[in-house]
Structure formats: C-alpha cells, structure tokens
C-alpha cells in the first residue's frame, strides 16, 4: 500500500468519524428537545404529544407540547408523556419520566400494605380452620374424614390458643380470658390502603394514554382516595366504641354517606381539571376533619385509658401527614417557585404521595394498639 493510499484512507475514516460524531450530536439535541431541556412548540404537521415513529423509543415532550387534556401543573416543565401505547407506558416504569417517582412511591406503598395485610392475615386463628378443610379433603373414608378433620381441627385451634396465650404472657401480665376481637375492620382499612395505592399507581403510569383513559383513571384515583379515607375510619370507630353500637352506626354511617357523596360529585369531568385541585382537596379535607367529632368523644370516653395517649400520638402523626401533603398537592411548592428544576424528582405531588404514605402508616400503628387493648378489655370488662 502507498503512502498516498494511506492518507487517502485515513481522510476517509476521518470523514466518517466526523459525520457520525455530527449524527450524535444532532440526535442527542434532539433527545434534549425531547426531553424538554429546550421546550418548543411542534412543528407544522407533527404529531403534538407522541414523538417517534415505529421502531424507535418514544420520546419525551414538554408542556407546551402536551394535548390539552394534559396540562395540569404549568409549573412542571418537561419530561412529559403524552399519546403513550399501553405497551409503552407499561414500561415506562423503568425509565425517567416526570411521573416515575409518583408511580414507584405508591406502588412501594402498595406492596408495604400488602405484605402488612398477609403478615396479620396469617396471624388470625381462623388460619386453623382452612388447615381443618384442607385436611379433609385429604381423607379417604367419609366417617374417618369427619372424625379425623374434628381432631384435626381441635388440635389446631389449640395450638393457635397456646401460641396466642404464649404470645400474650410476653407482653402482658396475664392472659386474656377472652377470644380475640374481630379483625374485620382491621381488614377494612389495609383493603382500602392497598385500592388506593394500586389505583393511584396506575392512574400515574397509564393516564398519558389517550383522552378518554386518561379521565377514567383519575376518577378512579379519586374513588381509591375516598375509600381509603372511609376505609380508616371502620378500625377506631369500630373498637373504641365496640360496647356503644349506635354510635358505630351514627360515625360510620356518617363517613359512608360523605364518601359516597364525593364520589358522586368528583365523577363529573370538569372536577377531575387542575382548576378544581383546590376543591377537590376541600371535599377530601372535610371528610378527614369529619373524624375529629369521633376522636374528641373518643377522648372523653377512654379518658382513663392508659393507652389514650400513645394511640392519640400516632393519629395526629396521620394527620398532620395528610394535612401536610395535602399542603404541598393545593400549593404545588416547590416547583412554583423554580419551575422546570423539579420536574424529575422533589416536586409537590411526590411529596404528597410519601406523606400519604406516612399518614397511612401512622393510622396502622394506631390500629395495632386498639387491636391489642380490645383483645384484653372487652365490652363486659371496665376499662
Ligand atoms: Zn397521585
């Protein structure tokens, strides 16, 4: 090879590099553009809101961008999926949008309250009555099955009994003559937990869909919130006031109704708009601040009670949790106030999701310790 062939070579390689390293550049502005560092309005006859053609990653827009249906926080700048395939925004839970971290706190807290509800579901004696049918169905001749499946059972429902009783003697002084409270309402609110977070997990992933997804998921984000409020309430109203039924009725009737009612009212449309945020917060606040008639009767109750106070410590940390990130969802701070700098991470409804989070977490505490002092007081024990 000469050496003029060799340079010539060389220019060419060097030609391709250039042009390639051009390419990358223009592709990356491009990502940029995408990704909103530099917001800009479509170009005529581009498809506003969904970005790539077939075969590439969809890309991200910006605010201005975004289908009307979309808009919501003005102060979020860019990082916005907009027009998504199912598919695509199905995994988009594990890419870098302007919802990941809304998605991902809630879904967190989904499988929290999940593995919470399976840890205490396991827990309750009536375990041992599935073990009995199971055993049964084991069995081959029907007189043995019966008697068998009794013993079973027998010998089951002991054990549960001895591991209670055994359980007990460890944190109290003596057993409780008694069986266990009811875990129903218990299961109540863990089952509203865990509807709320999924709901509000998926409302965050899919809503960037279409027009009509997007309005369907955030009525049912909305259902997901109202039940978990009134779902909150069945665990103290239910035992505090166990021996008074009326007043289960009168507070739980009372909650029921207003969450029906908002329900009906935040299934409009327009409701679901950013304009109506505030109001929406109100209906939700005022369902909330419902529980401070029960609370304070409550109080008046149990005055003597000496676990009044741990357990009333652990319900104003839920509420100042929700009172604080309800704060955060109405006032949209921090991003107000250097918009564009949080639109990835640390802006408002992120905030909100950890604080409802907290809240929900300082209710199951609360809970925890009305479980444990209606397994010891019942309705015929003075307190
Ligand atoms: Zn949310």
């Given at each position: 090879m000469s050496s003029n062939e060799v340079s010539r070579g060389a220019v060419?390689?060097?030609?391709?590099k250039v042009g390639k390293a051009l390419m990358d550049r223009h592709h990356h502005l491009r990502c940029q553009d995408e990704g909103n560092q530099l917001p800009s309005a479509p170009?005529?006859?581009?498809?506003?809101?969904?970005?790539?053609?077939?075969?590439?990653?969809?890309g991200l827009v910006s605010f201005r961008e975004l289908p009307e249906y979309m808009k919501d926080?003005?102060?979020?700048?860019?990082?916005?999926?907009?027009?998504?395939?199912?598919?695509?925004?199905?995994?988009?839970?594990?890419?870098?949008?302007?919802?990941?971290?809304?998605?991902?706190?809630?879904?967190?807290?989904?499988?929290?309250?999940?593995?919470?509800?399976?840890?205490n579901f396991v827990e309750i004696p009536r375990v041992a009555d599935l073990l009995g049918l199971f055993s049964r169905s084991n069995s081959t001749s029907p007189d043995m099955n019966i008697s068998y499946a009794k013993d079973l059972l027998l010998?089951?429902?002991?054990?549960?009994?001895?591991?209670?009783?055994?359980?007990?003697?460890?944190?109290?002084?003596?057993?409780?003559?008694?069986d266990p409270v009811t875990r129903w309402p218990f299961f109540v609110f863990?089952?509203?937990?865990?509807?709320?977070?999924l709901s509000s997990s998926i409302c965050h992933l899919f809503s960037c869909h279409s027009y009509r997804l997007n309005v369907l998921l955030l009525r049912m984000d909305y259902v997901g919130i109202t039940v978990m409020i009134i779902s909150s309430f069945f665990p103290p109203i239910y035992y505090i006031f166990q021996c008074d039924?009326?007043?289960?009725?009168?507070?739980?009737?009372?909650?029921?109704?207003?969450?029906v009612f908002t329900i009906v009212t935040l299934l409009s449309p327009t409701l679901s708009t950013g304009k109506?945020?505030?109001?929406?917060?109100?209906?939700?606040?005022?369902?909330?601040?419902?529980?401070?008639v029960?609370?304070?009767?409550?109080?008046?109750?149990?005055?003597?009670?000496p676990q009044r106070p741990i357990t009333l410590a652990y319900e104003s940390g839920m509420a100042l949790s929700y009172i604080t990130g309800t704060l955060f969802y109405v006032s949209r701070i921090p991003e107000r106030w250097k918009p564009g700098c949080f639109d990835l991470a640390g802006h408002s409804h992120q905030i909100f999701h950890v604080f409802v989070i907290l809240g929900a977490l300082a209710h199951y505490g609360a809970t925890l310790l009305l479980l444990e002092w209606r397994d010891k007081v019942q309705c015929d024990m003075p307190i």
């Open positions: 060419s390689r060097k030609k391709k170009a005529k006859g581009e498809d506003s809101g969904g970005c790539c053609k077939k075969g590439r990653r969809y926080n003005e102060f979020i700048l860019g990082f916005y999926r907009a027009n998504w395939p199912i598919s695509e925004a199905f995994f988009s839970l594990f890419r870098w949008h302007n919802e990941t971290l809304n998605v991902w706190t809630h879904l967190i807290g989904f499988l929290v309250f999940v593995g919470l509800a399976m840890a010998v089951a429902n002991a054990l549960v009994k001895l591991k209670r009783i055994g359980l007990e003697s460890d944190r109290l002084e003596f057993p409780s003559p008694h863990l089952g509203g937990s865990i509807f709320c977070l039924p009326h007043w289960q009725l009168i507070y739980l009737g009372g909650i029921t109704v207003m969450g109506f945020r505030a109001f929406r917060a109100m209906l939700f606040s005022s369902m909330g601040f419902f529980g401070i029960p609370a304070v009767h409550a109080c008046i109750v149990n005055w003597n009670n």
